[in-house]
């Protein structure tokens, strides 16, 4: 499947606020490879993305990709 964006979408379904960091790489079908991070403290009962996009979907479309967040409690 050809796409012009890939993305992650993480949540905070608890009470306290979490930590969180992200990438997503995607590779084009011309073989150019773009990224996108994210490290954000998402508060409660809040969501964020992490996404990468091609600039002109018509042309070029991403032929692969991946997208990851990994998050963690801010307690001590």
């Known amino acids: 499947i ?3 964006v890939i993305t992650a979408q993480v949540s ?3 009470y ?10 995607g590779r084009t079908l011309s073989g150019v490879t773009l990224q996108g991070v994210m490290a954000q403290v998402i508060p409660p009962f809040q ?3 992490v996404s990468v996009y091609v ?3 018509s042309i070029d479309r991403f ?3 991946y997208a990851n ?3 963690r409690f801010l307690r001590y």
């Open 2 to 4: 050809l796409t012009a």
């Open 12 to 14: 905070n379904p608890y």
């Open 16 to 25: 306290e606020p979490i930590y969180c960091e992200g990438v997503a790489i």
């Open 47 to 49: 969501f964020r993305y």
């Open 55 to 57: 600039n002109n979907p």
């Open 63 to 65: 032929a692969t990709g």
């Open 69 to 71: 967040v990994g998050c």
